[in-house]
């Protein structure tokens, strides 16, 4: 395919985007979003893989601090589909397992009006010293590849909410 069919096809994508007239929908926030996970990309090939393609699912990224189960990460979830969250978000880690977290995203409780849904635990962490109540959506919960963790970001000092509590809705939740 040449080039000038290219930029069409791409040109078009953004397009369609675009007529999403969603508030947090942009071009920038598109292309940067697509930039991360080509960045993210070519940094593991040569970094992790030293350009050899062949071992590419058989190496493992490991982050300078290490990833912990029951501890609060921040993570760009990227653009996603309709009804999934998307860009950044602090998340739950329940798992880590071969450089991939089972993280569930949290989200605030500002003007929450409404009850609990039965996808939804209210869990309390505790941030800068200050009790901060959030909503963790186990509908959301998914596996990532540990890159996708901002290590930048401060992390709550630590979650109040008991593991067994979380351990048991997430096991009510899965019907297990």
């Given at each position: 395919m040449d080039k000038e069919v290219e930029n069409q096809k791409l040109k078009k994508a953004l397009d369609r985007?675009?007529?999403?007239?969603?508030k947090d929908t942009s071009y920038l926030s598109f292309l940067s979003s697509l930039t991360k996970t080509v960045d993210a990309n070519v940094f593991y090939l040569k970094t992790v893989c030293n350009n050899d393609p062949d071992v590419y699912y058989d190496r493992y990224f490991r982050t300078k601090k290490p990833v912990k189960a029951h501890t609060v990460v921040y993570v760009d979830f990227t653009v996603g589909y309709p009804k999934e969250l998307r860009y950044g978000h602090w998340a739950y880690v329940y798992r880590v397992l071969n450089g991939k977290a089972l993280v569930i995203p949290l989200v605030s409780i500002k003007n929450y009006r409404r009850g609990l849904r039965e996808q939804e635990l209210e869990v309390?962490?505790?941030?800068?010293?200050?009790?901060?109540?959030?909503?963790?959506?186990?509908?959301?919960?998914?596996?990532?590849?540990?890159?996708?963790?901002?290590?930048?970001?401060?992390?709550?000092?630590?979650?109040?909410?008991?593991?067994?509590?979380?351990?048991?809705?997430?096991?009510?939740?899965l019907k297990l």
């Open positions: 985007f675009k007529e999403c007239n969603q309390v962490l505790v941030n800068k010293g200050f009790l901060t109540p959030s909503i963790m959506r186990l509908d959301e919960m998914k596996w990532i590849d540990i890159q996708r963790i901002d290590m930048e970001k401060d992390i709550p000092e630590n979650i109040q909410t008991p593991v067994e509590v979380i351990k048991e809705k997430v096991k009510e939740f």
